[in-house]
C-alpha cells in the first residue's frame, strides 16, 4: 500500500495530464478530419477540446508547484546565502498558499451555484459542475503541493540542506 502511495504521489498527474492532452489532442484531430474530409464537424468537439485543455492547465499547475518549474524571477537567490534563499522558498510558498486557500473557496462557490441552478454546457448536455470543477481540483491540488513543499523546505532550512530548487530550464 506504501509504494502504490508513493507511486501515486509521484505520477498522479502525470497520469491525468497524459490522459488529457491525449483527449485534446485526439478530439481536435478527429474534428479536423471530420471537418475537412467529411465536410461535416460536431457540436461536442470543440467542448471537449476546451474542456480538455482546461483541465490540463489545472493540473498542470499543480504539477508545476510540485516541481518548482512555476515561472520565477530568481537572480537575486545567486546572491543570497543558502539559509535565507530556504527562507525566500519558505515565504514564496505560503504566499501562494494563502492566494491558492481564496482561489480554492471563489472557485468552489462557482461550481455551486451552477450545482443549485443546474446549468448545463450547450453542446454536450452536462452539468457544467464537471467542467468548473477543474478550477477548485486544479487549486486543491496546488495546496496539497504547496504543504509537501512547505514541509520539505521547513526540513531543508533545520538540517541547514540546500533548498530544493527544480530543474532549470535554462542555464
Known amino acids: 500500500m506504501r509504494s502504490f502511495l508513493t507511486a ?23 474534428e479536423v478530419i471530420r471537418r475537412e474530409i467529411f465536410s461535416y464537424s460536431s457540436i461536442w468537439g470543440e467542448e471537449v477540446v476546451r474542456y480538455a485543455f482546461i483541465y490540463l492547465a489545472w493540473i498542470g499547475a499543480s504539477s508545476a508547484v510540485r516541481e518548482r518549474a512555476h515561472i520565477r524571477i530568481d537572480v537575486l537567490m545567486h546572491y ?9 522558498y519558505i515565504l514564496g510558498d505560503l504566499v ?13 462557490e462557482t461550481v455551486m451555484v451552477s ?49 530544493y530548487e527544480g530543474d532549470k530550464l535554462f542555464d
Open 8 to 30: 501515486l504521489n509521484i505520477n498522479a498527474e502525470r497520469w491525468a495530464l497524459l490522459f488529457f492532452y491525449v483527449l485534446l489532442v485526439s478530439t481536435m484531430f478527429i
Open 115 to 163: 450545482l443549485k441552478f443546474g446549468s448545463v454546457t450547450d453542446g454536450l448536455r452536462i452539468s457544467k459542475v464537471w467542467a468548473l470543477s477543474a478550477v477548485p481540483i486544479g487549486f486543491a491540488l496546488m495546496i496539497f503541493r504547496l504543504i509537501q513543499s512547505l514541509l520539505r523546505d521547513i526540513n531543508d532550512f533545520r538540517t541547514g540542506t540546500p533548498v
Open 80 to 88: 543570497v546565502p543558502s539559509q535565507v534563499k530556504t527562507l525566500i
Open 96 to 108: 501562494m498558499f494563502a492566494v491558492a486557500i481564496i482561489a480554492l473557496y471563489w472557485s468552489f
